[in-house]
């Protein structure tokens, strides 16, 4: 019986090789894209202020080069919400949902094919 985690594993290498979506996005951004669409699906974005203090991920410096990354890759968006101007909420592009659509997608083959 094969591994359905590697199945998947495989089956989103073979979704990065046909979209080339992810391209360019090390694992450090990939999972820093991860805890701003989960904040975001729970209804609280997460604030740029909040990432620079994930430091168990990466230095602030770090974090701010990754998010430069996730927003010039078109996977994230900075943008004020309200009147305050001082405050930066990092939102999923509908090119990260779709990505995220997906990879849900290739979990319910890989499981489905065990």
Known sequence: ???VYLTFLNLCE???DETGVMAGVDLESKK???????KNSAGSPMKV???MRLDTLASPATIHRKLTQLVKAGLVEMIHQGTNRR???L???PLAEKYFH????IMFKA???H
């Not at 820093?32 to 989960?38: D, F, G, K, N, S």
């Not at 997906?102 to 997608?105: A, F, N, P, R, T």
């Open 1 to 3: 019986m094969k591994n």
């Open 14 to 16: 073979l979704l990065q």
């Open 32 to 38: 820093l894209l991860e805890i701003i669409a989960l």
């Open 49 to 51: 202020m909040d990432a």
């Open 87 to 89: 405050k930066k909420f």
């Open 91 to 93: 939102i999923p592009t």
């Open 102 to 105: 997906q990879i849900g997608e």
């Open 111 to 113: 499981v489905g094919a």
